[in-house]
């Protein structure tokens, strides 16, 4: 009678122990099904979750759109789950199992009105933008209130330059022309033919995509010749047609293990012109790689795999293979 006393309190225990455990985990997320048109706390932790992992991109704001719909049915594809767009219990337990969430972290960014990401293998303080307008504005609000003679000597600095910037402004030479039309030296420069830029994009690529390529072609091919970054931008591009990768910009650049510079966080790296234009010139048709869908480095490259691959060309460092 004894031991089955002690054994029916042993299973009470492991019971009571299960219950505890799963009770905790569940407390990452509330009980009910997070959905498209959702907003709150929920949403902020799946899309701060979904971005650790690289499958969201966006902005965490709380607001469960159809950037957050795409990005759970991505996750939800990768990791073999029913493709719903609906986070039940299943898609929670994964994501907790497979992500990390910086509660704190986040609640503190978006308290404070701050840009920030929350990706895995990054440094935290390394992904929080804090020099947004509304921070220096926040900054100059501040320093009004705890150091206002400094700042009047300030203010008064700036409005000497001012009032000489404007001195400088009246004494700009002008000249008249035969349609008795006034035109300043300032104004002659400013007319100066200036190159496009990527806000007009064509085939339905957004503002968005054509970044985050550019991002993607400077993390990984900043330094080879130009023909090579217009092939790294190519290669996204063959990605985006095929049937075995993604059908979103952001969700073949992030997709897990494809790209160092996003293993790395070049990534995050502001790109220059030369990658912009790069991918603007991949977009309107060319593609130096013969529609190459993978490429590698040689010099470092170690998977068997890769190297298996049907290799098309090289061009700079970078073998472009199908």
Same mark, same amino acid.
């Given at each position: 009678?004894?031991?089955?006393?002690?054994?029916?309190?042993?299973?009470?225990?492991?019971?009571?122990?299960?219950?505890? @455990?799963?009770?905790?985990?569940?407390?990452?997320?509330?009980?009910?099904?997070?959905?498209?048109?959702?907003?709150?706390?929920?949403? /902020?932790?799946?899309?701060?979750?979904?971005?650790?992992?690289?499958?969201?991109?966006?902005?965490?704001?709380?607001?469960?759109?159809?950037?957050?719909?795409? $990005?759970?049915?991505?996750?939800?594809?990768?990791?073999?789950?029913?493709?719903?767009?609906?986070?039940?219990?299943? /898609?929670?337990?994964?994501?907790?199992?497979?992500?990390?969430?910086?509660?704190?972290?986040?609640?503190?960014?978006?308290?404070?009105?701050?840009?920030?990401?929350?990706?895995?293998?990054?440094?935290?303080?390394?992904?929080?933008?804090?020099?947004?307008?509304?921070?220096?504005?926040?900054?100059?609000?501040?320093?009004?209130?705890?150091?206002?003679? #400094?700042?009047?000597?300030?203010?008064?600095? #700036?409005?000497?330059?001012?009032?000489?910037?404007?001195?400088?402004?009246?004494?700009?030479?002008?000249?008249?022309?035969?349609?008795? #039309?006034?035109?300043?030296?300032? /104004?002659?420069?400013?007319?100066?033919?200036?190159?496009?830029?990527?806000?007009?994009?064509?085939?339905?690529?957004?503002?968005?995509?054509?970044?985050?390529?550019?991002?993607?072609?400077?993390?990984?091919?900043?330094?080879?010749?130009?023909?090579? #970054?217009?092939?790294?931008?190519?290669?996204?591009?063959?990605?985006?047609?095929?049937?075995?990768?993604?059908?979103?910009?952001?969700? @073949?650049?992030?997709?897990?293990?494809?790209?160092?510079?996003? $293993?790395?966080?070049?990534?995050?790296?502001?790109?220059?012109?030369? $990658?912009?234009?790069?991918?603007?010139?991949? @977009?309107?048709?060319?593609?130096?790689?013969?529609? $190459?869908?993978?490429?590698?480095?040689?010099?470092?490259?170690?998977?068997?795999?890769?190297?298996?691959?049907?290799?098309?060309?090289?061009?700079?460092?970078?073998?472009?293979?199908?």
């Amino acid at each position: 009678m004894k031991r089955l006393i002690i054994k029916f309190s042993i299973i009470f225990l492991i019971i009571t122990g299960s219950s505890f @455990i799963h009770h905790k985990e569940s407390l990452a997320f509330s009980p009910q099904v997070i959905q498209h048109g959702a907003t709150g706390e929920d949403v /902020v932790e799946l899309q701060a979750r979904l971005q650790y992992l690289g499958f969201y991109n966006s902005q965490i704001d709380g607001v469960f759109g159809w950037g957050t719909y795409w $990005a759970l049915r991505n996750f939800q594809y990768e990791f073999g789950m029913d493709i719903d767009g609906l986070a039940g219990d299943q /898609v929670k337990d994964m994501l907790i199992d497979r992500s990390e969430y910086h509660k704190d972290f986040v609640r503190e960014q978006l308290e404070a009105g701050r840009e920030f990401t929350h990706y895995g293998g990054m440094e935290l303080e390394h992904q929080v933008k804090y020099d947004s307008n509304k921070q220096q504005e926040t900054r100059k609000e501040e320093a009004n209130q705890t150091d206002t003679p #400094q700042m009047n000597e300030s203010e008064a600095e #700036q409005d000497r330059e001012e009032g000489s910037q404007a001195e400088l402004i009246d004494e700009t030479p002008v000249t008249e022309t035969d349609n008795d #039309q006034v035109i300043t030296d300032e /104004v002659t420069t400013e007319e100066t033919p200036i190159e496009p830029t990527s806000v007009n994009v064509p085939n339905g690529f957004s503002q968005n995509d054509i970044e985050l390529m550019a991002q993607a072609v400077y993390g990984e091919a900043r330094g080879e010749p130009y023909e090579g #970054q217009v092939a790294v931008a190519a290669v996204i591009l063959n990605r985006l047609q095929s049937p075995i990768f993604p059908s979103t910009v952001s969700s @073949i650049i992030y997709e897990p293990l494809a790209f160092t510079a996003v $293993a790395d966080g070049q990534i995050y790296l502001t790109p220059d012109e030369t $990658a912009r234009r790069a991918v603007q010139d991949a @977009i309107n048709g060319w593609d130096p790689t013969g529609e $190459a869908i993978y490429y590698f480095n040689p010099d470092t490259a170690t998977s068997s795999w890769i190297w298996s691959r049907p290799q098309i060309k090289r061009i700079g460092k970078h073998i472009f293979c199908h």
